[in-house]
Every structure is written in C-alpha cells, then in structure tokens.
C-alpha cells in the first residue's frame, strides 16, 4: 500500500471497509443468511434449517447446476481457441487494423446481452445453423459473451512477451509452428489459465441472453435461482445461489492454482 502515514494507512482502510461491506459484503452475507432460514421478518433471519440446501442440491437444482457447469467449461474453451487465435494473428498485424479486429471482439459486451441472445436466436433459428432449441445456442451465446475477455487478455499478454525468446529459437532453426507450440504458447500459460478462469466465471452467472435462448431440457442454475426468486421461494433460490457461487469458486480455485504452477515452470 503507498500511503506512509499512519494516519492515511488507517484512512485508506476504513474508506475501504465502509465502502467493501455495504456493497459487496454485505448482500453476500444477506443471500448466506436466507439460504439457511424459512422467515426473515425480522432483521436478522429465523427458523434456520438445511432443507433449502437439501432442494438445492437434488433433482431439478442438481441438473441445472451440471448444465451450467457444462455450458461454462465448454463455452470457456471455446472463447479461448477463438480469443487465443484472434489475439495471435492481430499481433502480426499493423497497428490500426488490430485495432479494428479488438473493436469487433469488444463489440459483444460493448452492448447489452440481451441484444446479442436476441441476433443469436435470429442468426440460428433457420438452416443451415438450426440451433433453436438445443443446448448448443446456449454456449454459443455464452461463447460468444465472453470471448472478448479471452482476447483482450492474451492481446495484454502478448504485448508484454519479450521477443528474444522467439527470436532465439527461430535461430536455432525451430519452424513457426514448432515457436507457437513450445516457445509463446508455454509463456502464455498462465494469462491463458486466467483468462479461462474469468470466462467460467461471467458465463456460469450469465442471465439475460440466456433467458431468451434455453430450451426447457437446458436450464442453466440462474435462470432457476430467477425462478424460484419469482415464484416467492426466495429462501430456496438463495441456497441455489449459494451453491453456484461454491461451485464457481471451487473452479476458479482450480485454475487458480494451475496458473500458480504455469507461472513458475
């Protein structure tokens, strides 16, 4: 922390903790709270119980989170072939022309997502792409939505790779190919781990666009957690919201600790 000062440090640290518990603390804690009670009429909740985690956990809950899972780490490696590849032929580009080929992988989150699921469902509801219907639209769409991340992350990465390694080894006689595979890829790893990890993580929260694509046999856990949330069971979609964050986290944990031992090989 650069603050020299006592003072300042202890300044610095209750701005932190007053602005930290009110707006991400706290409605954490609030969802942690409902998803073990059955009333909240109070300020704090009662009658704490284990049956909403039992409901969150069997049965439509217990699928909807494999069909998040699912559609997270397949439109995760999606999104990283194709922002991983866009990324390495705009770096041989000129200048303003990677700037094109970033605008137009920014484009999707520079909208909202509800507009890119509303042109994937027009885009894939006639042949010869008919995927209304199935799963497939489904990570398409998440695919999609998160591929920008992947690109700007490894675009970041490749901009800080020092050229001498390359250079090196096309020296020794090492084919471009041969480069690619075992000299800029390996150095990449670690931005590559940390940009799969982020992709998981915005696709298994993903809602709008998702919302206007599933079909009935392809629920992803928010739009149940959205469901039950309006049909009143909010006790209920608040351990299902707990459950995907455990299930995120542990994910991302994962990753976290492949690009830990990617960064120090």
Known sequence: MLVHSNKARWAVWTVFFVLFLPLFALPLLVVLGASF???WSSALPSDFTLSNFRAATRGE???????SLVTALTASLLALAAGTWAALAAAALKPRY?????ALFVLPVAVPSVVVGLAILVAFSQPPFLLNGTRWIVIVAHAVLVTAFAHQSVSAALTRLDPAYEQAAASLGARPAHVLWRVRLPLLLPSLTAAAGLCFALSMGELSATMML????WTPLPVL??????????????????????ATLLVLLAVSRVRTRAAYR
Do not use: E, K, N
């Open 61 to 67: 809950a217990l699928q909807a989170l494999t069909t």
């Open 225 to 246: 957690i959205y469901a039950a949330t309006d049909r009143g069971a909010l006790f209920v979609g608040s351990a299902v919201a707990v459950v995907l964050m455990a």
């Open 37 to 39: 009670a059955t009333h």
């Open 98 to 102: 990677r700037r094109v080929v970033d």
């Open 214 to 217: 599933y079909p009935p046999d």
